[in-house]
């Protein structure tokens, strides 16, 4: 009995995984930049509807743009890191409802392979909204 309750932590420690974040790449910081430039940060969300479809972009394992529109982009770093997303690898979000919300379990998967790449959790959304126009 006690092998499998000492096989059982070492399968858990192996799919906690690398909890800190990279720091972005110099290339990353660019591409993240040009998408959030002329945009202001507002107040973090918890959740974010699923429509409209929106667009997303991979700036790196841990960072996520969803573009609604030209005015409007939330910024999401993931809790954890899904390996792979920087290499194409699908993402498969597992979440209730009609939100994106923080703690949404999410993995990476080469569909090639049929492999996970990597394992991790949606964070807060940050909108970036373009400011209105002045007179």
């Known amino acids: 009995m006690r092998a499998w309750v ?14 800190e974040p990279r ?8 591409e993240l930049d040009k998408a959030l430039a002329g945009k202001v940060a507002g107040e973090k969300v918890s959740c974010i ?9 991979v ?10 529109s030209r005015k409007l982009v939330y910024k ?6 899904c390996n792979g997303l920087t290499y ?4 498969i979000v597992r979440s209730f409802g009609s939100q994106l919300c923080r703690g949404d379990f999410t993995s990476s998967a080469n569909l090639m392979t049929g492999m996970i ?12 909204r373009t400011p209105p126009q002045g007179k």
């Open 6 to 19: 000492g096989m059982a932590a070492l399968l858990l420690a192996g799919c906690v995984g690398n909890q």
């Open 23 to 30: 720091p972005l790449t110099p290339k990353q910081t660019a």
């Open 49 to 57: 509807n699923r429509e409209p479809q929106s667009n997303l972009t």
């Open 59 to 68: 700036i790196s394992n841990n960072v996520l743009l969803y573009k609604v």
């Open 76 to 81: 999401n770093e993931l809790i954890g890191s």
């Open 88 to 91: 194409g690898d699908t993402m």
């Open 117 to 128: 790449t990597g394992s991790c959790a949606l964070g807060d959304f940050t909108p970036y």
